[in-house]
Nanobody, 114 residues
Framework: VQLQASGGGSVQAGGSLRLSCRTS????????VDWYRQSAGSQREVVAQ???????HYANSALGRFTISRDYARKMVYLAMDSLQPEDTGTYYC?????????WGQGTLVTVSS
């Protein structure tokens, strides 16, 4: 399994970004993929998950602002982030757990200025 995240950048508060996670070695129809965020001095926390059956789950902080989606043909998972706030700043990672092993993308940095 390999994951490659991209799409981070610097935006002002209220702006939007769309993160992309390119996957390989995964069947997105049966595998869950998560997006995690790690802010300075904090542990990684999950912000969104999409399961094999297409169900989406969000952290309270992401509800109503973030949308996770996937494209089977392109083997991509996306995280659309709207109404970004400074507290959304951090490095975002896509993640998959397969047979007890955690796989992480390299992370993409999101910086939101006030």
């Amino acid at each position: 399994v390999q994951l490659q995240a991209s799409g981070g950048g610097s935006v002002q508060a209220g702006g939007s970004l769309r993160l992309s996670c390119r996957t390989s070695g995964l069947n997105l129809r049966v595998s869950s993929v998560d997006w995690y965020r790690q802010s300075a001095g904090s542990q990684r926390e999950v912000v969104a998950q999409i399961t094999g059956d297409g169900s989406a789950h969000y952290a309270n902080s992401a509800l109503g602002r973030f949308t996770i989606s996937r494209d089977y043909a392109r083997k991509m998972v996306y995280l659309a982030m709207d109404s970004l706030q400074p507290e959304d700043t951090g490095t975002y990672y896509c993640h998959n757990q397969f047979r007890g092993t955690d796989f992480w993308g390299q992370g993409t940095l999101v910086t939101v200025s006030s």
